[in-house]
Antibody
Framework: QVQLQESGPGLVKPSETLSLTCAVS?????????WGWIRQPPGKGLEWIGS???????YYNPSLKSRVTISVDTSKNQFSLKLSSVTAADTAVYYC??????????????WGQGTLVTVSS | SSELTQDPAVSVALGQTVRITCQGD??????ASWYQQKPGQAPVLVIY???NRPSGIPDRFSGSSSGNTASLTITGAQAEDEADYYC??????????FGGGTKLTVL
């Protein structure tokens, strides 16, 4: 079955760039679907960051768009997140997930286990 | 602030039925999806689309929608259903949105 695994530094300094990668197994990204990033600050709810289609087209949460870049590497079957100029407010568990959409609905399934990124000097 | 509104907390007696709701203008046009999240774990999809359950999700979970409100119903709640539940949809601009989450306590 499809499995996703996030990886990257667990600690990032303020004003620097957060970089995470999501490795996908059990499915070839180049075969289709969107692939997304979602985050969850400690003790709070879920926030969608953005998603990328297998072809490379992206769409982002407008509130984060100026700082976010999502890219895909089909040769490695993975996609990545970069979030620039981070502050303590970006401290969160970051999840990657397959993002499925239709005309009338969308959903994320499955999800990676998540990785905690702390922004601190 | 979330464009999908959920009650922060709901409780249900063991074996009884509970409905968790999600309100938002976009739900007049789009179906919500629902996720269960237990402490320290990633969210798990339980309902998507009109009323579809992924493989492995018990049939006590069901979804419905009326007007601007989507509902997740658990018929015969079990102790293992105690968790946070989030709804998800999109707004009119296409932005993906999540509700603020509902903490379900099974008494």
């Amino acid at each position: 079955q499809v499995q996703l695994q996030e990886s990257g530094p667990g600690l990032v300094k303020p004003s620097e760039t957060l970089s995470l990668t999501c490795a996908v197994s059990g499915y070839s990204i180049s075969s289709g679907y969107y692939w997304g990033w979602i985050r969850q600050p400690p003790g709070k709810g879920l926030e969608w960051i953005g998603s990328i289609y297998h072809s490379g087209s992206t769409y982002y949460n407008p509130s984060l768009k100026s700082r976010v870049t999502i890219s895909v590497d089909t040769s490695k079957n993975q996609f990545s997140l970069k979030l620039s100029s981070v502050t303590a407010a970006d401290t969160a568990v970051y999840y990657c997930a397959r993002h499925l959409t239709t005309v009338t609905t969308e959903w994320f399934d499955p999800w990676g286990q998540g990785t905690l990124v702390t922004v601190s000097s | 602030s979330s464009e999908l509104t959920q009650d922060p907390a709901v409780s249900v007696a063991l074996g009884q039925t509970v409905r968790i709701t999600c309100q938002g203008d976009s739900l007049r046009s789009y179906y919500a999806s629902w996720y269960q999240q237990k402490p320290g774990q990633a969210p798990v999809l339980v309902i998507y689309g009109k009323n579809n359950r992924p493989s492995g999700i018990p049939d006590r979970f069901s979804g419905s929608s009326s007007g601007n409100t989507a509902s997740l119903t658990i018929t015969g709640a079990q102790a293992e259903d105690e968790a946070d539940y989030y709804c998800n949809s999109r707004d009119s601009s296409g932005k993906v949105v999540f509700g603020g989450g509902t903490k379900l306590t099974v008494l």
